[in-house]
């Protein structure tokens, strides 16, 4: 027997089998705010929410793009749209106009779904149907459906897109990623069981749900019956405090989100007061290889679980997980954190190798079907049944090391940046001749933009002038946070930038050229 693997089969489970139980705690004051509601009640919500697109006249397969921070209502609309054959597009809400319209372009997308905060900054973006999240723009987008109302039957197709999630990469335009439901399904089930996920846990959204589907986690704790904590904004102390108030027993997140909780704990600690989840908290860390000092703090300072994954939106993202193993019981911290440093190992079901030149190379059933109206760059990407990650590294045994990044791409914070779009921006400067840019390490993102330029010749310009145009026109996690005026940029004899020579100064001392 085949049955397409669609999300669907989450929240139907987590309604069939936990309906009287909580599901969703969201942000008490966050706007058009679903308070407290139950499994039984998302799921007439999700189902409500199809009906309410079939009403507006939305086909099967239309893209409904959703830019938010964490909601209980992005919760829904995972399921809302996707679980009933439509497409998500859940767009980074720290995009400018320009930036989420191409994106609303892009994808086609006929319905614009807009957090209220976020109402006046995108008021140029405009899609066919444009929706307000304040709770009375959106009322019966979000209402449960009554229960004789049966959205329009899809033919569960577990090929057909599910999400299409854009990423910065390695063209000045971000990308969009096509995952699919068996993607989706593939991934969640593969991380919750990585991460043993069960009807017992609450996890806090620290993560941004519209990166990668917040990894998968909202399909995998709904299928299980477990509980989600609506977090908007990363706040160390308000973690902490979820953490008490909630029973919250795991959280995702980059590394510049774990830096945030050990500074709150710092202070605690400082100031006498407890640190909750000892014993009982996992803290999922990807984006970046966390240093092992950090991962001996968690353990240490929080008393917390550390688990490292490693994957790209491309790849759903599970590829690499690396999880304290019963051999490494009896060992000191900090060869434990030193072994748990590196990516990991690959999941089940997935491959993973390292070609000649050094690049991480993919195979699995979370590899994404393409790029969105872009066949040539999925060509780049899958090649010969494998797919390119972009990363440098080295196979440690059966552990993959990421040491390097072939591709031109920043990570600061846990979001990816491409070095030619900030290029791009900086070219659009009069004073700039040319300009190059980097990612150096930082202490609090990890990475973070450098450019270094060559101004026209007579013309001037400060560093301040040049930053305050990037922020002009771009999400601001994208701009330079520092710029160095040169005379010349090293070229090859093509004309080429050699990036890496560029960054190599900055690196200098470092076993990692990632941060
Ligand atoms: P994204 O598609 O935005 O999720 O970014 C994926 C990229 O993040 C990867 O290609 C890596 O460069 C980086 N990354 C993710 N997880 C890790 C990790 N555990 N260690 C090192 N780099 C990582």
Same mark, same amino acid.
């Given at each position: 027997m085949r049955v397409p693997l669609t999300v669907a089969d989450f929240i139907d489970r987590a309604?069939? !089998?936990?309906?009287?139980?909580?599901?969703?705690?969201?942000?008490?004051?966050?706007?058009?705010?679903? +308070?407290?509601?139950?499994?039984?009640?998302?799921?007439?919500?999700?189902?409500?929410?199809?009906?309410?697109?079939?009403?507006m006249g939305v086909e099967l397969g239309e893209r409904v793009a959703l830019v938010s921070p964490n909601s209980g209502r992005y919760l829904v609309s995972f399921f809302g749209v996707s679980g009933y054959g439509r497409v998500l597009v859940p767009i980074n809400f720290r995009l400018n106009s320009t930036e989420v319209s191409y994106i609303v372009d892009h994808s086609g997308a006929s319905v614009l779904l807009v957090d209220p905060e976020l109402e006046e900054s995108l008021a140029g973006v405009t899609a066919k149907e444009k929706i307000i999240l304040d709770g009375i723009q959106d009322a019966e987008l979000f209402a449960p459906a009554p229960p004789d109302a049966v959205p329009q039957r899809w033919e569960a197709d577990e090929e057909a897109t599910c999400s299409i999630n854009y990423t910065s990469g390695t063209t000045a335009r971000p990308k969009g990623v096509q995952i699919t439901h068996r993607n989706a399904w593939l991934n969640a089930s593969s991380f919750g069981w990585h991460t043993t996920v069960t009807d017992r846990d609450v996890l806090l959204h620290t993560l941004?749900?519209?990166?990668?589907?917040?990894?998968?986690?909202?399909?995998a704790v709904t299928g299980m019956g477990g509980r989600h904590v609506v977090l908007r904004k990363v706040d160390g102390e308000e973690i902490l405090?979820?953490?008490?108030?909630? +029973?919250? @027993?795991?959280?995702?997140?980059?590394?510049? !989100?774990?830096?945030?909780?050990?500074?709150?704990?710092?202070?605690?600690?400082?100031?006498?007061?407890?640190?909750?989840?000892?014993?009982?908290?996992?803290?999922?860390?990807?984006?970046?290889?966390?240093?092992?000092?950090?991962?001996?703090?968690?353990?240490?300072? %929080? +008393?917390?679980?550390?688990?490292?994954?490693?994957? %790209?939106?491309? @790849?759903?993202?599970l590829l690499t997980v690396n999880r304290r193993r019963a051999e490494w019981d009896g %060992?000191?911290?900090?060869?434990?954190?030193?072994?748990?440093?590196?990516?990991?190992?690959?999941?089940?079901?997935?491959?993973?190798?390292?070609?000649?030149?050094?690049?991480?190379?993919?195979?699995?059933?979370? !590899?994404?079907?393409?790029?969105?109206?872009?066949?040539?760059? @999925?060509d780049k990407a899958i090649v010969d049944g494998w797919f390119?990650?972009?990363?440098?590294?080295?196979?440690?045994?059966?552990?993959?090391?990421?040491?390097?990044?072939?591709?031109?791409?920043?990570?600061s914070g846990g979001e990816n940046v491409s070095s030619i779009e900030v290029e791009d921006t900086l070219y659009q400067h009069p004073a700039v001749a040319e300009a190059a840019v980097i990612g150096v390490p930082d202490d609090k993102w990890g990475e973070t933009v450098k450019a270094l330029v060559v101004l026209q010749a007579g013309a001037e310009a400060t560093e301040a002038d040049i930053v305050a145009f990037c922020r002009e026109h771009m999400a601001h996690y994208k701009c330079p946070t520092s710029i160095e005026f040169r005379d010349s940029l090293p070229r090859t004899a093509t004309g080429k930038l050699q990036k890496f020579k560029l960054r190599a100064p900055y690196w200098e001392g470092r076993d990692r050229q990632v941060n």
């Open positions: 309604e069939l !089998v936990y309906g009287e139980r909580e599901a969703v705690v969201d942000e008490a004051d966050g706007p058009g705010s679903l +308070g407290r509601i139950t499994y039984a009640d998302m799921a007439a919500r999700a189902r409500g929410m199809a009906a309410a697109l079939d009403r941004p749900m519209f990166h990668c589907n917040g990894w998968g986690m909202p399909y405090r979820r953490v008490e108030s909630e +029973g919250v @027993t795991l959280m995702c997140g980059a590394p510049a !989100v774990v830096a945030a909780i050990l500074d709150a704990a710092k202070d605690r600690s400082e100031a006498g007061r407890p640190i909750p989840g000892k014993g009982t908290v996992r803290m999922v860390v990807a984006g970046a290889p966390p240093p092992s000092a950090v991962i001996e703090r968690i353990h240490r300072e %929080l +008393g917390w679980e550390f688990i490292q994954i490693y994957g %790209l939106t491309e @790849t759903s993202p %060992l000191e911290p900090a060869e434990q954190a030193r072994l748990l440093s590196r990516a990991g190992v690959p999941a089940l079901g997935v491959r993973m190798d390292v070609d000649a030149e050094g690049e991480v190379l993919a195979r699995s059933n979370h !590899v994404f079907a393409g790029y969105w109206n872009q066949p040539e760059e @999925t390119h990650t972009g990363d440098g590294g080295h196979l440690d045994g059966a552990y993959v090391v990421i040491a390097d990044r072939k591709k031109d791409v920043i990570i």
